[in-house]
T-cell receptor, first 114, second 113 residues
Framework: NAGVTQTPKFRILKIGQSMTLQCAQD?????MYWYRQDPGMGLKLIYY???????DKGEVPNGYNVSRSTTEDFPLRLELAAPSQTSVYFC?????????????FGSGTRLTVV | GQQLNQSPQSMFIQEGEDVSMNCTSS?????WLWYKQDPGEGPVLLIA?????ELTSNGRLTAQFGITRKDSFLNISASIPSDVGIYFC?????????????FGKGTKLSVKP
């Protein structure tokens, strides 16, 4: 019962580097989400997906890209890392529209850009 | 965009005390959710509320969906040290674009043994 698995847990990037944050879920959820959490600011939606092959922007998509080639995986790509992207990133999934049963979150990736 | 005002921002209480926190919005929501986040972990769903006026309990936790649909409350009775963490409210509307779960900024709870 892995749920939502995020890798890596921690990463330090230099300005301008790129990386992919991995997210996988084994619950056969159609809906997946990426959030970032800054201190005292709650969670902000970056991108979401309602199914394989379908993605859409959330509230703060600039500087990020996503893809959804399978139901299980929803990687988040940072192409040119900037200090403003220092944050904790959470991936989540849900069974149905509107999170009727709540979102299941991964344990997060803490990213520092220096 | 829609915003949730969650208060208080932080609380320092003695073990055994009761805790109350709330979320308010200028917009109506169809669903209210309450999450808890332990240090270094992702948020975990505590309680989901689907109807205005609904009162739901989960052990020592009780949450209510406000009659106006613009607010929600979470109460924790007889707090214990493992209640420490950040509590988030989240509001949701159906029918709009997907991904419209709006989170409050959280209430950080500290419990002194």
């Amino acid at each position: 019962n892995a749920g939502v698995t995020q890798t890596p847990k921690f990463r330090i990037l230099k300005i301008g580097q790129s990386m992919t944050l991995q997210c996988a879920q084994d619950m056969n959820h159609n809906y997946m989400y990426w959030y970032r959490q800054d201190p005292g600011m709650g969670l902000k939606l970056i991108y979401y997906s309602v199914g394989a092959g379908i993605t859409d922007k959330g509230e703060v998509p600039n500087g990020y890209n996503v893809s959804r080639s399978t139901t299980e995986d929803f990687p988040l790509r940072l192409e040119l890392a900037a200090p403003s992207q220092t944050s904790v990133y959470f991936c989540a999934s849900s069974y149905s529209e509107g999170a009727l049963y709540g979102y299941t979150f991964g344990s997060g990736t803490r990213l520092t850009v220096v | 965009g829609q915003q949730l005002n969650q208060s208080p921002q932080s609380m320092f209480i003695q073990e055994g005390e009761d805790v109350s926190m709330n979320c308010t919005s200028s917009s109506i929501f169809n669903t209210w959710l309450w999450y808890k986040q332990d240090p270094g972990e992702g948020p975990v769903l505590l309680i989901a509320l689907y109807k205005a006026g609904e009162l739901t309990s989960n052990g020592r936790l009780t949450a209510q969906f406000g009659i106006t649909r613009k607010d929600s409350f979470l109460n924790i009775s007889a707090s214990i040290p493992s209640d420490v963490g950040i509590y988030f409210c989240a509001g949701l509307n159906y029918g709009g674009s997907q991904g419209n779960l709006i989170f409050g900024k959280g209430t950080k709870l500290s419990v002194k043994p």
